[in-house]
């Protein structure tokens, strides 16, 4: 928790103490929201497209708060507090944050890429938690409010911070990383997500790319050499940093060789050493790999490393096997584009036990032009020998219905409007050993079909 005064406040965010009588008052840790306000809190009022938080500063102060910084855009209040006027709070919040961290002494993983970030964050934070104390993102907060608040929650003794970091156009990780000026930097993988806005998957490249701006000097990053749009976007840049490249390719740093994967997990080695990961999917390989690799970078050894992979719990809505009385949801519905999607798919033709197989697919938003060909790819791919029945909701799942027809037959495949008769069909379909998959971009809003799901 951030304790200093308010001099000291004004002087970080280059702002100016108005209540010049307060300077020598100490806060004690900052909230931008007034249902989490705490007492001695500096409140920090964001302005957002539908709220501005100036319009609760009378609140946030009743609650708590000693002092609060305000945009000097609007009139000064008359207000039983410490004020610091600053030009922009967001970018006042934003260079407290990376003070704030640069006192911790904290050593700093960055981590982005399109698939993959949450994953490789949780594996790493619970391996690494073994060896020191670890700070890291919560939920998705991974954007220019998020990572601050991240920060912002760690405690002083914290070793290490272990960071996501989203953007959903060009300057947004370019914003991130020198907020954070990580230690060791990762791109996961580039993926589809994000062309409406960038156009072309070397373009969200480059704008991931932008990690290595905070880079420090004598960092390290690491990137996955399996995937071809990386391995040519690289060439752009001259890195003075050391650089691994972490995948199943020879000519990687680190080589991951593959050993199983199926509905019990994977298992993979990587040099003399073999792991195994209890989670459903390949692509949690790449993860745990990139979440090894890094622990040996800070010193873990063997033992440890395997003793943080066991006791891994993966955020929420992400490959999450829910087992219910007749049957099984594979809920995968926080996000959604063609390479997580097929996957995941993928790996439901892997699990075994099961005599029905059903997808429920909605649609993959933000991939820009080309979205109805991409998804309509997805769907002619799926195997029908397989999958026994595909459901489809969406405007742009209809595509996918319409890919899928190609070698469905008309009885094993559906494409519904509402959650409701998506619903209904499975309660037709459901059998003995089911297993469901629920997939869609999170704007879809899946979890409300698993919900009522639930209660069949």
Avoid at 39 to 55: Q, S
Avoid at 279 to 286: A, D, E, L, V
Avoid at 368 to 383: A, P, Q, T, W, Y
Wanted: negative net charge; aromatic residues 6%.
């Amino acid at each position: 928790m951030l304790k200093a005064t308010l001099e000291t406040i004004a002087k970080i965010v280059g702002g100016t103490l108005v209540t010049t009588s307060m300077k020598d008052k100490i806060i004690e840790g900052v909230s931008t929201d007034t249902r989490e306000i705490q007492v001695h809190n500096l409140f920090i009022p964001l302005v957002g497209e539908k709220f501005d938080g100036h319009n609760f500063a009378f609140d946030a102060v009743k609650k708590g708060a000693v002092a609060t910084l305000w945009d000097k855009r609007h009139p000064t209040p008359y207000l039983d507090a410490g004020i610091i006027i600053v030009d922009n709070t967001l970018q006042a919040y934003q260079k407290l944050a990376s003070s704030y961290l640069k006192a911790t002494g904290a050593k700093v993983v960055g981590i982005t890429g399109s698939n993959g970030k949450t994953g490789t964050k949780d594996i790493l934070a619970s391996i690494l938690k073994e060896n020191f104390r670890v700070h890291n993102t919560a939920k998705n907060l991974n954007n220019e409010i998020g990572v601050p608040k991240t920060i912002m929650e760690m405690d002083l003794d914290d070793e290490v911070v272990v960071l996501e970091m989203g953007m959903e156009r060009f300057g947004e990780i370019k914003t991130l990383t020198n907020i954070a000026r990580p230690d060791i930097a990762v791109i996961t993988n580039i993926g589809d997500s994000h062309l409406l806005e960038l156009g072309t998957k070397e373009n969200i490249a480059r704008a991931k790319f932008e990690i290595l701006e905070g880079l420090k000097p004598d960092g390290v990053f690491i990137f996955n050499n399996d995937d071809e749009v990386l391995r040519e976007v690289i060439k752009e840049y001259t890195i003075t940093q050391k650089v691994i490249k972490i995948g199943t390719r020879e000519d990687s740093d680190v080589i991951i060789r593959p050993i199983r994967s199926d509905e019990e997990g994977s298992s993979f080695s990587i040099g003399e050493y073999a792991y195994s990961i209890p989670f459903i999917g390949k692509h949690q390989i790449y993860n745990a790999s990139v979440a090894i690799t890094i622990a040996g970078l800070l010193g873990m050894n063997y033992g440890d490393i395997v003793r943080g992979l066991s006791r891994v719990k993966l955020t929420g809505m992400r490959m999450e096997l829910m087992h219910l009385s007749s049957f099984d949801i594979l809920n995968d519905c926080y996000k959604s584009n063609p390479q997580s999607l097929t996957s995941c798919i993928e790996t439901v033709y892997t699990m075994k036990g099961y005599k029905n197989k059903i997808l429920i697919l909605s649609d993959m938003l933000e991939l820009g032009e080309n979205e109805r060909k991409l998804h309509f790819s997805v769907g002619e791919k799926i195997d029908r020998n397989k999958i026994d029945y595909v459901i489809c909701i969406g405007d742009l799942a209809k595509e996918i219905y319409n890919g899928a027809n190609r070698n469905f037959n008309v009885n094993n495949l559906f494409h519904f409007e509402t959650n409701e008769e998506v619903v209904n069909k499975v309660r037709e379909l459901i059998s003995e050993d089911t297993l469901i998959m629920v997939k869609g971009s999170r704007g879809m809003k899946l979890e409300k079909i698993i919900e009522m799901l639930k209660e069949i």
